[in-house]
């Protein structure tokens, strides 16, 4: 063997080693990276939709613009119980639809901060003199700084999904309310239709006892214009439900649909015994918008993490040049140097985003406070009302009323007073349905601000508290939830 053929060989013998040791250093790389300790991508689609069946009960279906579907199982034509009201309108809610399309970007965003960056080739020709050169810079900061990536955008992901969840009970919230106002409306129209009758049966009272000469005209008078006034009222009832049928079609999503949307009556919701501490502590363990809130400052806590390296840039470098019968191969890096630029600002500024997010988690418990303490006593407040205008108001107005009209028909009582009686008799029975109403609204606004039925099962609240979110300053991994 001559002495070129030598030394050819020992160049061979150090391309093998910068090779070997190269593909060392990335395989290292890549298991630090791709291993069982590294986070992966965490994307469920479904899981604003199972976290609102968990809650509500209904199942959430994802329908395509410009369309109107009818849920499986949702008759319209047979009437419209609260229930079938809420699955409609989750379906075809075109904003809260909308809002969904927000976890398929988080989704986008999350598959985005998986992906290393892609190496970058630097070449020159071979040009009379000038030898090829190939050179290739593989980022070898994008390889260490995936992981934290990965945990910002799965933190994201779950606080977008769980605002999402907020969103959905929001809306069944709005359903349930109009839902009640519809009721209430056709509840009021009923009772108009029997004020009228009412009205007018003691008009030909009247009339008959004028006839015989018992009464004045005057009295005639004043019976008519009562019994026209009723006849008012009735029709501005029946407008109140042409009103409150076209906001709750708008809430369902199906302004078009021809059936007519025909509530059930307002019934009196048999509850558990409720109590206004455990309802608290309920609400921070359920509440989405808490545990977003808490998910926004693991997330924060991570990019403050980020923003201490995310300034730092190197390369591994593999440089092939190729002359006249002659090829040479070395490896080497290229960093930067971080003499002036360090990300100060971008440093600063995430621990304030830190900080912010903080702060809305307390703003949000708060809120959370605020509303189930106003929902909790206008609950309470509601039933008390109702039982004492059923229990003891209404039976007595009741029989003052066949007293006396059995005593004008006699001839025995003055009309004022019938009409004093009568007119405190539909009073009391307006005002039931309003109480109803209001308990029914109590009852929907509660629900939501407690994040769950309340005739569901009691609930573990210090389980629930560690499985749904992280701890806020410690950044938990949501790969292990």
């Known amino acids: 063997m001559n002495r070129q053929q030598a030394s050819l060989s020992n160049r061979e013998k150090k391309k093998r080693k910068h090779a070997v040791a190269f593909i060392a250093i990335l395989g290292f790389v890549s298991t630090t990276t791709f291993g069982c300790k590294s986070p992966v991508v965490c994307c469920n689609p479904r899981y604003v939709a199972d976290q609102i069946f968990h809650r509500t009960s209904t199942n959430v279906e994802t329908v395509k613009p410009c369309t109107e579907v009818i849920p499986a199982g949702v008759v319209l034509e047979d009437g419209l119980d609260e229930a079938e009201a809420i699955a409609t309108g989750l379906a075809n809610n075109s904003l809260f639809q909308a809002a969904l399309a927000q976890l398929g970007m988080a989704g986008g965003d999350t598959v985005q901060a998986s992906l290393i960056a892609n190496p970058q080739v630097l070449m020159y020709f071979p040009s009379g003199a000038k030898e090829g050169q190939y050179t290739l810079y593989a980022p070898i900061e994008s390889y260490f700084l995936r992981p934290t990536r990965v945990k910002v955008a799965n933190r994201e992901y779950r606080r977008i999904g769980d605002q999402l969840v907020q969103n959905g009970l929001n809306v069944a919230r709005d359903i349930r309310v109009a839902y009640v106002d519809l009721a209430l409306a056709s509840e009021q129209s009923r009772l108009a239709n029997e004020a009228v009758r009412i009205r007018s049966d003691i008009a030909n009272l009247t009339r008959d006892r004028f006839k015989d000469g018992d009464i004045s005209e005057l009295e005639t008078i004043a019976s008519k214009v009562d019994s026209l006034n009723a006849k008012a009222n009735d029709g501005v009832q029946r407008q109140n439900i042409a009103i409150a049928r076209a906001r709750l079609a708008s809430l369902l999503g199906i302004p078009t649909v021809d059936s007519p949307l025909e509530p059930s009556s307002l019934e009196t919701i048999p509850l558990p015994v409720l109590d206004e501490q455990q309802l608290l502590e309920t609400a921070l363990a359920c509440r989405p918008d808490y545990h977003a809130a808490r998910w926004a400052i ?28 002659d090829t040479r191969t070395g490896t080497g890096l290229r960093f930067d140097l971080p003499i002036f630029n360090r990300n100060q600002g971008g440093i600063l500024r995430a621990d ?21 303490r106003v929902a909790y006593r206008q609950l309470c407040q509601a039933q008390a009302n109702l039982t004492i205008l059923e229990n003891e108001v209404l039976p007595n107005l009741t029989e003052a009323v066949a007293i006396a009209e059995k005593g004008f028909a006699d001839g025995g009582t003055d009309y004022l007073l019938v009409l004093q009686t009568t007119t405190l008799y539909l009073d009391v029975r307006a005002r039931i349905l309003d109480q109803r109403a209001n308990m029914r609204r109590a009852v929907a606004e509660l629900e939501r601000s407690v994040g769950r039925s309340l005739n569901a099962a009691p609930l573990d609240v210090q389980q629930m508290l560690v499985k ?14």
Do not use: C
């Not at 403050?304 to 390296?309: A, E, P, Q, T, V």
């Not at 701890?471 to 939830?481: L, R, Y």
């Open 352 to 372: 304030w985003e830190l900080n912010a997010a903080m702060h809305a988690r307390d703003a949000i418990r708060d809120q959370i406070y605020q509303d189930v």
């Open 298 to 325: 693991a997330a924060a806590t991570e990019r403050s993490h980020l923003s201490r390296w995310i300034f730092w840039r190197a390369d591994s470098v593999v440089d092939v040049r190729h002359g006249t019968g």
């Open 468 to 481: 749904t979110a992280p701890h806020e300053g410690s950044g938990s991994d949501f790969e292990n939830k």
